[in-house]
T-cell receptor, first 113, second 113 residues
């Protein structure tokens, strides 16, 4: 599906650098989420947003920030990357009631060295 | 918040056999239980879901059962095929009022030809 697009797909960055992961969607969904996937830990929520003026922390928000630039765009930033932020990051969207579950983006594999 | 536990973490079956993955949840108010399949290097995709007013749902070779009293739900795959090999995630949430879905830690299913 090209309806939830993440950029970049892969990124290697150095400790201490600032990095931004971007997500855009054409599904017209109001709700957008950032999840992190680590082996054996499943998918853990970093931040979520229900509209442009609504930003909420998830269970693992420390070290991350987000920006909802428009209904269709939701960016995740690592202000000062550290090696334990090496992971696979997924953006997801859902409609207002979530009745069809999430649509996930293609993921960004981030490596912090 | 909700706590979702998923077992087993890995599962190997012979082609043609059945596979069962089990999840438990803690919040009795959860009413929506989706299952996602993630093939290697790809995004999680919704394969089936069930709501709390239904005890079982089938879609061809896959089925999901829900026991609200015991707070557990299961994914059943019959006549497994090599293309069923993937990581499967269960999740729980509250529709329409919930903020997010809570995910299990995933089951890596391998179907041996």
């Amino acid at each position: 599906d090209a309806d939830v697009t993440q950029t970049p797909r892969n990124r290697i960055t150095k400790t201490g650098k600032r990095i931004m992961l971007e997500c855009s969607q054409t599904k017209g969904h109001d709700r957008m989420y950032w999840y992190r996937q680590d082996p054996g830990l499943g998918l853990r929520l970093i931040y979520y947003s229900f509209d442009v003026k609504d930003i909420n922390k998830g269970e693992i928000s420390d070290g991350y920030s987000v920006s909802r630039q428009a209904q269709a765009k939701f960016s995740l930033s690592l202000e000062s990357a550290i090696p334990n932020q090496t992971a696979l990051y997924f953006c997801a969207t859902s409609d207002m009631a979530g009745v069809q579950g999430y649509t996930f983006g293609s993921g960004t594999r981030l490596t912090v060295v | 918040g909700e706590n979702v536990e998923q077992h087993p973490s890995t599962l190997s079956v012979q082609e043609g056999d059945s596979a069962v993955i089990k999840c438990t949840y803690s919040d009795s108010a959860s009413n929506y239980f989706p299952w996602y399949k993630q093939e290697l290097g790809k995004r999680p995709q919704l394969i089936i879901d069930i709501r709390s007013n239904v005890g079982e749902k089938k879609d061809q070779r896959i089925a999901v059962t829900l026991n609200k009293t015991a707070k557990h739900f299961s994914l059943h795959i019959t006549e497994t095929q090599p293309e069923d090999s993937a990581v499967y995630f269960c999740a729980a949430g509250k529709l329409p009022t919930g903020n997010q879905f809570y995910f299990g830690t995933g089951t890596s299913l391998t179907v041996i030809p």
